[in-house]
């Protein structure tokens, strides 16, 4: 064997054994390991996880995994293309785990990371979802409105992270998708263009369908906004958002009409309405008015 990659071997065995020793002191209840940091050999667990909620983060597809190594984690999640940074993965996975109740608001996370590819795990670290995400979003045990499907919520996020890297032919554009509490907003927006999905059925519609997100990237070249029903059926697209402002919401420099808009209806509705900056292409999730970042930020210069 390669004696550089046996050194990394035995590095790895050690933050893994240290990790259980720092949860085990820290009092955690769930120690996730961000798998696309290996390129390419599986990750098995040894016995000792066993008495700990055991969560793998990674962009593979989970049917392609090996049995042995899926066998060793209690939940799995996918991340969005948008998780490429240790952050942005770790906020998703966070969002995800919470939607599909797998954490609670009060849980301890002992977290394993390091490079994406690099085979090499360089990173441990501590952290209370109550203390990450309280000056965000409030958590609650039903981190959803009661409407959203979660795993309608988790394509939102999936398609709208596809549009912050992707673009569109190349080329970066902007996005926002207003999800849930339909009749509330209601009488928030107008259109702006003859809305596409008007008249088609609604399995025709439907944001789980695999051709859905092409078509959805495709209307994002329109101004305007998608609105989609929490069962995951899309109402309307080049949807303008008319609802008054709220004098508590106040976003951070660079972010322009498309997040202010995101903001303030999601502080009128129970809805959820995620932004995508063309300029930055950051995205971004509203709730109750509050903001989360679900990307690492540069605010280089204003949205149009």
């Given at each position: 064997?390669?004696?550089?990659?046996?050194?990394?071997?035995?590095?790895?065995?050690?933050?893994?054994?240290?990790?259980?020793?720092?949860?085990?002191?820290?009092?955690?209840?769930?120690?996730?390991?961000?798998?696309?940091?290996?390129?390419?050999?599986?990750?098995?667990?040894?016995?000792?996880?066993?008495?700990?909620?055991?969560?793998?983060?990674?962009?593979?597809?989970?049917?392609?995994?090996?049995?042995?190594?899926?066998?060793?984690?209690?939940?799995?999640?996918?991340?969005?293309?948008?998780?490429?940074?240790?952050?942005?993965?770790?906020?998703?996975?966070?969002?995800?785990?919470?939607?599909?109740?797998?954490?609670?608001?009060?849980?301890?996370?002992?977290?394993?990371?390091?490079?994406?590819?690099?085979?090499?795990?360089?990173?441990?670290?501590?952290?209370?979802?109550?203390?990450?995400?309280?000056?965000?979003?409030?958590?609650q045990k039903d981190f959803l409105p009661r409407d959203i499907r979660p795993e309608v919520f988790e394509r939102v996020l999936s398609i709208s992270s596809d549009i912050a890297v992707e673009g569109r032919e190349g080329k970066p554009i902007g996005s926002l998708i207003i999800l849930g509490a339909i009749e509330r907003i209601r009488?928030?927006?107008?259109?702006?263009?003859?809305?596409?999905?008007?008249?088609?059925?609604?399995?025709?519609?439907?944001?789980?369908?695999?051709?859905?997100?092409?078509?959805?990237?495709?209307?994002?070249?329109?101004?305007?906004?998608?609105?989609?029903?929490?069962?995951?059926?899309?109402?309307?697209?080049?949807?303008?958002?008319?609802?008054?402002?709220?004098?508590?919401?106040?976003?951070?420099?660079?972010?322009?009409?498309?997040?202010?808009?995101?903001?303030?209806?999601?502080?009128?509705?129970?809805?959820?309405?995620?932004?995508?900056?063309?300029?930055?292409?950051?995205?971004?999730?509203?709730?109750?008015?509050?903001?989360?970042?679900?990307?690492?930020?540069?605010?280089?210069?204003?949205?149009?």
């Amino acid at each position: 064997m390669d004696i550089h990659l046996l050194k990394t071997q035995e590095e790895n065995s050690l933050i893994f054994l240290e990790a259980v020793r720092i949860a085990e002191a820290s009092r955690c209840t769930t120690i996730m390991i961000f798998g696309d940091v290996m390129a390419s050999s599986p990750i098995i667990l040894d016995e000792v996880f066993r008495k700990y909620k055991t969560v793998l983060v990674t962009k593979r597809d989970v049917a392609t995994m090996d049995e042995e190594e899926k066998s060793c984690f209690t939940h799995i999640i996918s991340v969005a293309s948008l998780a490429s940074r240790r952050f942005a993965q770790w906020r998703s996975a966070a969002i995800v785990g919470l939607t599909h109740g797998m954490f609670s608001p009060d849980e301890k996370i002992c977290r394993i990371s390091g490079l994406v590819g690099s085979n090499r795990f360089d990173t441990l670290s501590i952290v209370e979802l109550m203390n990450e995400f309280n000056f965000a979003i409030p958590l609650q045990k039903d981190f959803l409105p009661r409407d959203i499907r979660p795993e309608v919520f988790e394509r939102v996020l999936s398609i709208s992270s596809d549009i912050a890297v992707e673009g569109r032919e190349g080329k970066p554009i902007g996005s926002l998708i207003i999800l849930g509490a339909i009749e509330r907003i209601r009488p928030y927006i107008r259109p702006l263009v003859l809305n596409p999905f008007q008249g088609h059925a609604e399995q025709d519609r439907h944001i789980l369908n695999p051709f859905m997100a092409e078509i959805i990237k495709e209307f994002s070249a329109i101004d305007g906004a998608f609105v989609v029903r929490g069962d995951g059926a899309i109402e309307a697209a080049g949807m303008m958002i008319q609802a008054p402002h709220n004098e508590r919401i106040s976003l951070p420099p660079g972010l322009g009409t498309r997040h202010m808009a995101a903001a303030n209806i999601s502080a009128i509705a129970d809805c959820i309405a995620v932004a995508v900056s063309q300029s930055t292409r950051h995205v971004t999730l509203f709730h109750h008015g509050e903001m989360l970042a679900l990307s690492e930020r540069s605010f280089l210069k204003a949205e149009i």
